[in-house]
Nanobody, 126 residues
């Protein structure tokens, strides 16, 4: 059974940093594209960042570009989201997602991702 488990969320002041991790189990995720989404209360789940199976391609939402960095370690079956210069509007539950893909193309639609983690809360205080 495929399982994705996020960790690293918490409470941080505006301007601070957090690093989220998403560990995969149940199969080898080296041929899976990965992404991060987030959902704030009362809002739809939105795309944050994505990375291709090799790590050679990445893509970011405009709202996080220049502040967040997605990366992966296939040997550890783990994808990361380094979040710097955090703002109160970054407050949300952050979800890791995965889809099988050997393409360098990354996709942003949540319907494209077959596997999801349970989410980790990120709260940024002003």
């Amino acid at each position: 059974q495929v399982q994705l488990v996020e960790s690293g969320g918490g409470l941080v002041q505006a301007g601070g940093s957090l690093r989220l991790s998403c560990a995969g189990s149940g199969r080898t995720f080296s041929n899976y594209a990965k992404a991060w989404f987030r959902q704030a209360p009362g809002r739809e789940r939105e795309f944050v960042a994505a990375i291709s199976w090799s790590g050679g391609s990445t893509y970011y939402a405009d709202s996080v570009k220049g502040r967040f960095t997605i990366s992966r370690d296939n040997a550890k079956n783990t994808v990361y989201l380094q979040m710097n210069s955090l703002k109160p509007e970054d407050t949300a539950v952050y979800y890791c997602a995965a889809r099988p893909s050997f393409s360098s193309r990354v996709v942003t639609g949540r319907e494209e991702y077959a596997h999801w983690g349970q989410g980790t809360q990120v709260t940024v205080s002003s």
